[in-house]
């Protein structure tokens, strides 16, 4: 395979980082994980990821969080409470 084209984005930078990081963790390079989402667009003629715009209720809970509100809990705790349900 012949890398004979680049491409230049602009992104922020913690979205960067917080991305390398997990990559990282993957063993996986940055642009090959774009490369990897590229070829999947190719492979399924369609974008890989579901998008849906978010209801209102959605974009209030991520106002709220956004502003410091919410409730913060481990994984264990999140169980306990959709158990609950």
């Known amino acids: 395979m012949h890398l004979t084209e680049q491409l230049n984005i602009r ?5 960067r980082e917080e991305s390398e990081q997990v990559l ?3 063993g996986i390079k ?6 990897m ?3 999947q667009i190719c492979l399924t003629q ?9 209801n ?9 969080l956004e ?5 913060e809990m481990n994984l264990e705790e999140f169980n306990k409470m959709i158990d609950n349900l």
């Open 11 to 15: 992104i922020e930078h913690n979205l």
């Open 24 to 26: 990282k963790k993957l």
């Open 30 to 35: 940055t642009g090959d994980a774009v490369r």
């Open 37 to 39: 989402l590229l070829k």
């Open 46 to 54: 369609s974008f890989p990821l579901e998008l849906k715009i978010p």
């Open 56 to 64: 209102q209720k959605t974009i209030a809970a991520m106002e709220e």
């Open 67 to 71: 502003n410091g509100g919410g409730t």
